[in-house]
């Protein structure tokens, strides 16, 4: 990455489901990125407990040594749910604010193979790039093809004109780990010049609420 300008990315929020999936690849590209992150010594971020490729990479980043948060629905955790948090567990009333604080405490986003939770968070942090809410890189892990439709589908919607070629930078793809996180460290947002001029803020409660659930 020769006279690329680097980011610093400290902490990497990763969405990706709470099943193992189909094929063994899936699981492999999963502890395989928890290497990555762990030997780039990056923390992790993520929607806690074991299940699925959330606990494969939330176990080897811990088993690096690195940080592990989770951030958890209460309605999970009861009567366990979806297992044990590997790490630190932070947890939040809704869904809306848990992937708010995701957003706020990681550098970066990845996406591994999963459903429609993965989909819906991956595409609500798209959206909110695009809308100047922030700026950090968004990219998927295409492990086997599984994301091809989906950015087929998004190239689609560029040719028709519902997505600009702008926007479309924001999503970011990779075949292997290593490839992907050097992408989002090369990364240089481009926002739209009309909704860069958008301002956004939190409510003084939400934030209050925000800085006392991060001290604990």
């Known amino acids: 990455m020769e006279g690329v300008s680097v980011r610093k990315i400290k902490k990497i929020c990763v969405f990706c489901g709470a099943n193992s999936g189909k094929d063994v690849a899936f699981v492999n590209a999963a502890f395989h990125l928890g290497e990555v992150l762990g030997k780039r010594k990056i923390d992790l971020v993520y929607g806690g407990g074991r299940l699925g490729l959330m606990g494969c990479v939330s176990t080897v980043v811990a088993q690096h040594q690195r940080q592990v948060l989770g951030i958890i629905p209460s309605a ?9 948090t590997c790490g ?8 809306h604010e848990r992937l708010l604080i995701m957003m ?13 939770g ?6 609500q942090m798209i959206s909110w790039a695009q809308l100047n809410i922030h700026n950090k890189p968004i ?6 093809g599984f994301f091809n439709g989906l950015l087929s589908f ?4 560029v040719e028709q004109k519902f997505i600009t070629r702008r926007a479309r930078k924001i999503l970011i793809s990779a075949t292997t780990a290593d ?13 739209d010049l009309a909704l860069s001029k958008l301002k956004w803020s939190p409510s003084s409660s ?7 659930t991060l001290c604990l």
């Open 88 to 95: 630190k567990e932070i947890k939040v009333a809704t869904m």
């Open 154 to 157: 998004v190239d689609h919607a």
């Open 76 to 84: 999970f955790t009861e009567n366990n749910l979806v297992g044990e």
């Open 104 to 116: 706020e405490l990681s550098d970066a986003v990845i996406a591994l193979p999963g459903g429609f």
């Open 118 to 123: 993965t989909l819906e968070e991956l595409f």
């Open 179 to 191: 490839e992907l996180v050097d992408k989002l460290q090369a990364f240089r947002f481009e926002p």
């Open 206 to 212: 939400q934030k209050e609420k925000l800085d006392l």
């Open 139 to 144: 990219g998927v892990l295409n492990i086997n």
